[in-house]
């Protein structure tokens, strides 16, 4: 039979055995959160785009970040597959852009930092220390590193976020003890940024929405003719390195908001009968312009084969606000064409007046070519006589100049917009009333047909505060239904058009995450606390047992229990 003394002292040893192993774990768990404390900097992060064209990857393919932080001054020849590089725009160099996006050299992640000017919300309020010329330096630093990542395969998180004092201070730290050469690593410590995010996923079907609008002329009494036709179209939408900062201020910002206020002047002048004119004007704003045009098309092929017949000829606004130094007018068919040679000597005549600068460029399409560089080539492979408005000079590659993040408003000319609408306008009205060639001012300034500059203003900030990458826009978005809403306050029979896009284009989701950096300790500083803290701990349970129930029991804790004696009857 067991002795119940010996159980007794057993089960006390046990008691206290169990508070030991208590307080050891609880102090392993403090331990283990010693290096995720509170982060000391929180910030919105933007991610690079990832998408495909015809199955081939292109952009960012990894989303979550979980690595130590080093500055533009890490050790040549470091490894850094298992570190995020953060970088300001102006430290970036062209031997740092070669190898690690074009080459594709392994990198944990990248995180660059714009100055505050980018930043599209408050461009204009922004205060800094950047003079224009730096300005624009940058702006073109920024565009031509986001041609390079967008037609690059990355295979690692690529993010932006804006410098602030939060993130400048934390940078100054990284920067200092990389100079001193330590950089972060689990033995050193450091700051740690961590992006918790889920791989990303396909859109299922993005789709493209074109708004359109009509401003009836006046026909004659008894007559059955259709009226001619004259289109006013500008595509709506961006395509940027990153989906939630590609406001495109300019393309096509600037050539959405002419519109708006061509159909504003245009419809005072048609809701009067006695100067309504002889000809229909329609309004369309279309998406999918980055992708070859494709909202345009469908658009286009939507119409019946007499609407199409019945448009004279189209004229399509784009990049208005880069318009300081003159005007190009876009054509496919050769410039001896009758309607081509009418639209250039009308807005070429208004132009001189407005002491304003208007080229032509004649760029002959090929049908057998998918590649669409201008809007109004979609209405020239249908037959339709069309031109392209713009301030830009050269036909743009493949997702060039569609409204990425270094078009925003700080760059857009407001006076610019203004003159490219005068100058719309009244060509436009001239030909409808028969004016050409005379000196008639019909948009006369001061006067109830005035071009409204506030109204231009008010709309070129609205949108420089929306993205709108067309996969990443539903069907009611907000936008759309401000842009519909708007266009209906002057035109009649505005409805819009919902497809999807081109099935080349693949696009991926999570555009926007959160960054948090964490600064950790060392390695040497966890094992340091971690003998401390065991000290103690062993040194509190000695005292507690001592006061509590003598040195003996504690002793007795220690030594092996002697064998259980059991008696056989």
């Known amino acids: 039979m067991a002795d119940p003394g010996n159980n007794t002292h ?11 192993y208590s307080i050891i774990t609880l ?17 919105d992060v933007y991610r690079l785009i990832q998408y495909d064209i015809s199955g081939a990857p292109f952009g960012s393919r990894v989303a979550s970040i979980n690595h130590h932080a ?16 953060v970088l300001p725009l102006r430290e970036l160099n062209q031997t740092f852009i070669r190898e690690y996006i074009e080459q594709g050299k392994p990198l944990g992640g990248l995180l660059l930092l714009l100055p505050q000017f980018f930043r599209s919300e408050d461009s204009q309020t922004v205060v800094g220390h ?40 934390v940078l100054a730290e990284i920067k200092k003890n990389d100079a001193a050469g330590q950089p972060a690593t689990a033995t050193t410590g450091g700051y740690k940024l961590i992006v918790s995010s889920p791989a990303p996923k ?4 993005p789709t493209i929405t074109n708004i359109q609008g009509w401003l009836p002329g006046s026909k004659a009494d008894g007559s059955s003719n259709q009226l001619p036709t004259i289109a006013i179209v500008a595509s709506y939408d961006t395509f940027g390195a990153a989906p939630a900062l590609s406001v495109g201020s300019d393309s096509n910002g600037g050539g959405v908001v002419a519109l708006l206020e061509i159909a504003r002047l245009f419809s005072i002048l048609y809701s009067n009968p006695n100067t309504r004119g002889k000809y229909n004007i329609l309004f369309g704003l279309t998406s999918g312009g980055p992708y070859n045009y494709n909202g345009t098309q469908k658009w286009l092929r939507s119409f019946d084969q007499r609407l199409r017949e019945s448009i004279d000829y ?27 040679k009418q639209i250039f000597e009308g807005l070429s005549k208004v132009a001189d007046e407005l002491s304003l600068k208007v080229g032509l460029k004649h760029k002959k399409i090929n049908v057998s070519n998918s590649r669409v560089a201008w809007e109004h080539e979609q209405f020239s492979r249908l037959r339709v006589t069309a031109a392209t408005l713009s301030g830009l000079s050269a036909a743009p590659e493949l997702l060039e100049n569609t409204g990425g993040i270094s078009d925003n408003r700080e760059f857009v000319s407001e006076a610019a917009v203004i003159r490219s609408v005068k100058l719309v306008a009244e060509s436009l009205a001239r030909h409808i009333y028969g004016q050409e060639g005379k000196n008639v001012d019909i948009f006369v300034d001061n006067s109830s047909l005035a071009v409204n500059p506030s109204y231009i203003r008010s709309w070129l900030d609205l949108m420089s505060r929306t993205p709108r990458v067309a996969p990443f826009l539903s069907k009611d978005d907000a936008f ?16 819009l058009q919902h497809d999807v896009i081109d099935g080349m284009f693949t696009f991926y989701d999570s555009a926007i995450n959160t960054l948090q950096i964490y600064q950790v300790a060392s390695v040497t ?45």
Not at 10 to 20: E, G, L, P, T, Y
């Open 202 to 205: 396909k859109l299922a079907s």
């Open 10 to 20: 057993s089960d006390q040893r046990q008691h206290v055995f169990a508070s030991f």
């Open 130 to 169: 950047a003079d224009n010329s730096d300005k624009e330096k940058m702006k073109r630093l920024l565009a031509d590193l986001e041609q390079k990542l967008i037609h690059s395969t990355i295979q690692y998180p690529v993010y932006f976020a804006f410098e602030d004092e939060d993130l400048d201070k």
């Open 314 to 340: 189209a004229i399509c606004l784009n990049s208005l606000g880069s318009g300081d130094n003159g005007l190009w007018v876009h054509v496919s068919k050769p410039p001896e064409n009758a309607y081509v």
């Open 27 to 43: 102090a392993f768990i403090l331990l283990a959160c010693v290096e995720l404390g509170d982060a000391s900097t929180v910030v």
């Open 480 to 495: 759309i239904t401000a842009l519909k809403k708007e266009l209906a306050d002057h035109v009649a029979e505005v409805n």
């Open 70 to 85: 080093a500055s533009s001054l890490f050790a040549p020849g470091s490894d850094l597959s298992r570190t995020v590089l």
């Open 525 to 569: 500083f966890d094992l340091l606390l971690l003998l401390v803290l065991g000290s103690y701990l062993i040194t509190l349970f000695s005292f507690l047992v001592i006061t509590t129930r003598g040195l003996d029991d504690l002793i007795s804790l220690f030594r092996r229990p002697p064998p259980r004696k059991i008696k056989v009857v």
